[in-house]
């Protein structure tokens, strides 16, 4: 009995010890994003004081009248680039609600969460802040805690997948500089969004659909393109499907399997999706069901078949739809889209072609990494066709781990002395020297097409980092 247990102790020891391995290295991620959200932080506020705004952003003339005053001297001083274009609307929701039908278009968790902290955690505040203040420490406070969590779900998601940890370590260094960091650093739901996004993946990649249909859930309360991640759900069911009911097994059961994976594949779908139905039925209630019962005029998309409200916003208010935005006037906006586009079109020739050096081992997900294809497919497609392109950069970002990955094997084969220690035995100088060597004058030294391709990508997010905080922090044109 004693030899018998003597190998099971040891695989437990065995498992413990790498459990330890891991928190250390999930610690490690932790800091080191957060090191860069203070240095985002950082950065806004020095944009914000240097450069002069341009104009404001919230111009509907019905929440005009609902505007607070200005921030205090010190929250604009150190928080004044964080309240811009959208923010202002998270910030207005957070106070006041959703008084008009506009506002429907901004989904209610992300407002909660500052309206929760803001009276809670920050309550002492309020006594020497205006709610507008308030709110906006609230919702930076969010996010500041939020995205370092997000890098290290995208830690631990890659990891799962690739099983390599210096790959893992440069997806997630790639995370805290990409081209929508300002997004990420200011009163925008792409934070909260990455997190229960990259949470749900690692859940599913440990065959805990359950747990990932609850943070995909938390998804779709943030943002409505939240929806989308049910096909991870449906799509893991029906590999699991296939892969667990063999030609042997008689037809009776292997219809009763069928229905079986069917009845929670659904229900876990309908988890996901349930936020944004919930949603749209309170749009319905608020803004048709009530005025009809007080006998008041209602609005057109009330008499639809299918009323949703966030789509006749989206069109109305924004001029939302199939290729409307194809007009040239547009065309600068397509050229500020273009890299990431771009990025991602070479991310998913590199998966037709089967390109094993960029996806190195990362057929160690549940699924491989078809579905990881297939949803950066739909975003580029949907995102193109339909959306204000501008858009497309933070809409990709936020959403795909696929574009790291991509980017993180493009710099692991061009950059051959990138560290293969454990995270938490590195430094951030570490990690970062072969990236800022390899971008050193002369540009290009080696013509290696790896190496040049390395260097276009890091140019790419690290232009974008800075660009963005200049411009959409004083109110330019970068939404």
């Known amino acids: 009995m004693i030899f018998l247990m003597k190998p099971e102790a040891a695989r437990m020891k065995s498992e413990l010890k790498q459990l330890i391995i891991l928190a250390k290295d999930s610690l490690c991620v932790l800091r080191l994003a957060f090191v860069f959200k203070l240095a985002m932080f950082v950065g806004q506020m020095v944009s914000n004081a240097l450069v002069p705004d341009h104009q404001g952003s919230m111009d509907d003339v019905e929440m005009k009248t609902y505007r607070h005053p200005q921030h205090d001297l010190v929250t604009e001083t150190l928080l004044g680039g964080c309240d811009n274009w959208d923010s202002e609307y998270f910030i207005f929701i957070a106070t006041h609600g959703y008084p008009?039908?506009?506002?429907?278009?901004?989904?209610?968790?992300?407002?909660?969460?500052?309206?929760?902290?803001?009276?809670?955690?920050?309550?002492?505040?309020?006594?020497?802040?205006?709610?507008?203040?308030?709110?906006?420490?609230?919702?930076?406070?969010?996010?500041?805690?939020?995205?370092?969590?997000?890098?290290?779900?995208?830690?631990?998601?890659?990891?799962?997948?690739?099983?390599?940890?210096?790959?893992?370590?440069?997806?997630?260094?790639?995370?805290?500089?990409?081209?929508?960091?300002?997004?990420?650093?200011t009163v925008y739901t792409e934070t909260l969004f990455s997190l229960f996004t990259f949470a749900g993946l690692c859940f599913l990649t440990q065959r805990y659909s359950w747990g990932a249909s609850l943070f995909f859930s938390l998804a779709s309360a943030t943002r409505a393109n939240g929806i989308v991640l049910a096909?991870?759900?449906?799509?893991?069911?029906?590999?699991?499907?296939?892969?667990?009911?063999?030609?042997?097994?008689?037809?009776?059961?292997?219809?009763?399997?069928?229905?079986?994976?069917?009845?929670?594949?659904?229900?876990?779908?309908?988890?996901?999706?349930?936020?944004?139905l919930l949603f749209q039925l309170?749009?319905?209630?608020?803004?048709?069901?009530?005025?009809?019962?007080?006998?008041?005029?209602?609005?057109?998309?009330?008499?639809?078949s299918l009323p949703l409200a966030y789509s006749y916003i989206q069109q109305h208010y924004w001029n939302v739809g199939f290729l409307r935005y194809y007009e040239w006037k547009q065309t600068p906006n397509f050229l500020l889209a273009f890299p990431g586009l771009w990025l991602s079109l070479s991310t998913l020739y590199s998966y037709c072609c089967g390109n094993t050096g960029i996806y190195r081992g990362l057929k160690g997900?549940?699924?491989?990494?078809?579905?990881?294809?297939?949803?950066?497919v739909f975003l580029v497609g949907f995102g193109m066709l339909n959306m204000h392109v501008q858009v497309l950069t933070r809409f990709l970002f936020s959403s795909s781990p696929l574009l790291y990955w991509f980017a993180a094997g493009v710099l692991c084969d061009a950059l051959p002395g990138l560290p293969s220690s454990p995270p938490s035995s590195l430094s951030l100088t570490h990690l970062a020297k072969p990236i800022v060597t390899s971008l050193l004058p002369p540009f290009g030294y080696n013509q290696s097409r790896?190496?040049?391709?390395?260097?276009?990508?890091?140019?790419?997010?690290?232009?974008?980092?800075?660009?963005?905080?200049?411009?959409?922090?004083?109110?330019y044109p970068w939404t």
């Open 282 to 304: 309170y749009s319905y209630w608020k803004f048709c069901h009530l005025p009809a019962s007080r006998g008041e005029g209602t609005y057109e998309w009330c008499q639809r």
């Open 231 to 276: 096909g991870f759900i449906g799509y893991y069911h029906l590999h699991r499907l296939y892969q667990n009911t063999s030609i042997s097994k008689s037809l009776t059961f292997r219809t009763l399997k069928f229905v079986g994976k069917a009845v929670v594949c659904g229900v876990q779908c309908l988890v996901v999706v349930l936020p944004f």
């Open 100 to 185: 008009f039908l506009q506002t429907m278009a901004f989904f209610p968790l992300y407002p909660c969460l500052m309206w929760l902290v803001g009276r809670t955690l920050l309550w002492p505040l309020s006594f020497l802040l205006p709610d507008r203040s308030l709110f906006l420490v609230a919702g930076t406070l969010v996010n500041l805690c939020a995205f370092p969590l997000a890098a290290a779900a995208l830690y631990l998601l890659t990891l799962s997948v690739s099983r390599n940890q210096r790959f893992s370590l440069y997806a997630v260094l790639l995370f805290c500089v990409n081209p929508a960091s300002v997004f990420m650093s």
């Open 365 to 376: 997900s549940c699924f491989g990494t078809l579905a990881y294809a297939v949803h950066l």
């Open 450 to 475: 790896s190496l040049h391709k390395a260097q276009l990508i890091v140019l790419y997010f690290l232009s974008y980092v800075v660009i963005g905080f200049i411009l959409h922090c004083n109110f």
